[in-house]
């Protein structure tokens, strides 16, 4: 029994961290004003990006660096449609999601002759750990610096009242693009960790939704980092329980097992309708 529970605790911790990683992302971006349903999309940019940089340097340190890469600049591109262009983001966010999955299955092709996943490269081994303590530590060190440091102030200003930010002498839409790479960055990290820590390839599809999990732990979190992190790990609860209880209960089918964590989304989002409120200017272009 003892084993049991160790091993659900390990895979929860391993199951919640690119989850983390992703919603992070999202409580800067929608601090700052801009909804970012693109964390999907950024996610499986990471993921692709990170494997196919390890692929070909045999460095899969340099293939988390690429994967962080590759998320702050679909984050940049975001950014830039959602204040010098003004896209609607809900539009801009969906079509990075579609851009990249596709992207990505185009490039196996392309890169690797074959479709559906790529080949099998080094991965981060064991300091995958570090990555799963260095989530958390992040969530620590983002609430202190949201709540506690002058650049934390203007981000949230920008996501409540960008006005007053103007009339402070700063750009609003400066600081939301700022905001928004750094959220593409995250979850870029989070993709990466998919990929090349967890795993060892990318495979289409191996994102699963989890970017949209992210999202749905932004809003169970109240767009704060410390509440955002403990819905993922809720989440990545119902995710480990699926791999622990597999065999153990012989009624319950599979396909019931893996919608586990996508119902737990589904429970706490309809458990907070309307019960939280979002950043004043969030998704309102300026």
Same mark, same amino acid.
């Given at each position: 029994?003892?084993?049991?529970?160790?091993? =659900?605790?390990?895979?929860?911790?391993?199951?919640?961290?690119?989850?983390?990683?992703?919603? =992070?992302?999202?409580?800067?971006? *929608?601090?700052?004003? +801009?909804?970012? /349903?693109?964390? *999907?999309?950024?996610?499986?940019?990471?993921?692709?990006?990170?494997?196919?940089?390890?692929?070909?340097?045999?460095?899969?340190?340099? &293939?988390? =660096?690429?994967?962080?890469?590759?998320?702050?600049?679909?984050?940049?591109?975001?950014? +830039?449609?959602?204040?010098?262009?003004?896209?609607? !983001?809900?539009?801009?966010?969906? &079509? /990075?999601?579609?851009?990249?999955?596709?992207?990505?299955?185009?490039?196996?092709?392309?890169?690797?002759? !074959?479709?559906?996943?790529?080949?099998?490269?080094?991965?981060?081994?064991?300091?995958?750990?570090?990555?799963?303590?260095?989530?958390?530590?992040?969530?620590?060190?983002?609430?202190?610096?949201?709540?506690?440091?002058?650049?934390?102030?203007? /981000?949230?200003?920008?996501? *409540?009242?960008?006005?007053?930010?103007?009339?402070?002498?700063?750009?609003?839409?400066?600081?939301?693009?700022?905001? +928004?790479?750094?959220?593409?960055?995250?979850?870029?990290?989070?993709?990466?960790?998919?990929?090349?820590? *967890?795993?060892?390839?990318?495979?289409?599809?191996?994102?699963?939704?989890?970017?949209?999990?992210?999202?749905?732990?932004?809003?169970?979190?109240?767009?704060?980092?410390?509440?955002?992190?403990?819905?993922?790990? +809720?989440?990545?609860?119902?995710?480990?329980?699926?791999?622990?209880? !597999?065999? !153990?209960?012989?009624?319950?089918?599979?396909?019931?097992?893996?919608?586990?964590?996508?119902?737990?989304? =589904?429970?706490?989002?309809?458990?907070?309708?309307?019960?939280?409120?979002?950043?004043?200017?969030? &998704?309102?272009?300026?």
């Amino acid at each position: 029994m003892s084993g049991l529970i160790a091993t =659900l605790v390990a895979l929860t911790l391993i199951k919640s961290t690119p989850i983390i990683y992703a919603a =992070l992302g999202g409580v800067i971006s *929608e601090r700052s004003g +801009v909804i970012n /349903i693109g964390l *999907e999309g950024m996610m499986a940019a990471g993921a692709f990006v990170a494997v196919t940089c390890a692929y070909a340097t045999h460095s899969p340190a340099l &293939g988390l =660096l690429a994967g962080i890469a590759a998320g702050a600049a679909v984050g940049y591109v975001l950014a +830039v449609a959602a204040t010098r262009y003004k896209v609607d !983001q809900i539009v801009a966010g969906t &079509g /990075i999601n579609l851009i990249c999955a596709g992207g990505a299955a185009y490039g196996l092709v392309v890169i690797f002759d !074959q479709p559906g996943a790529s080949p099998q490269v080094q991965n981060l081994g064991s300091a995958y750990w570090l990555l799963i303590g260095a989530a958390f530590a992040l969530a620590a060190a983002l609430q202190w610096v949201l709540y506690r440091t002058p650049w934390g102030l203007r /981000i949230r200003a920008s996501g *409540e009242n960008p006005s007053a930010v103007v009339s402070a002498g700063l750009d609003p839409l400066a600081l939301r693009v700022y905001a +928004v790479v750094l959220s593409g960055a995250f979850a870029g990290l989070g993709g990466a960790f998919l990929s090349i820590g *967890e795993l060892n390839l990318y495979s289409d599809g191996m994102t699963a939704g989890r970017g949209f999990i992210a999202l749905a732990a932004v809003i169970f979190g109240r767009w704060n980092p410390l509440g955002a992190t403990a819905a993922c790990v +809720v989440f990545g609860f119902f995710e480990a329980l699926q791999f622990v209880l !597999q065999g !153990q209960i012989a009624w319950l089918p599979a396909n019931a097992m893996q919608a586990l964590p996508y119902v737990a989304a =589904l429970v706490a989002l309809a458990g907070v309708t309307g019960k939280v409120r979002a950043p004043a200017a969030d &998704g309102v272009p300026f």
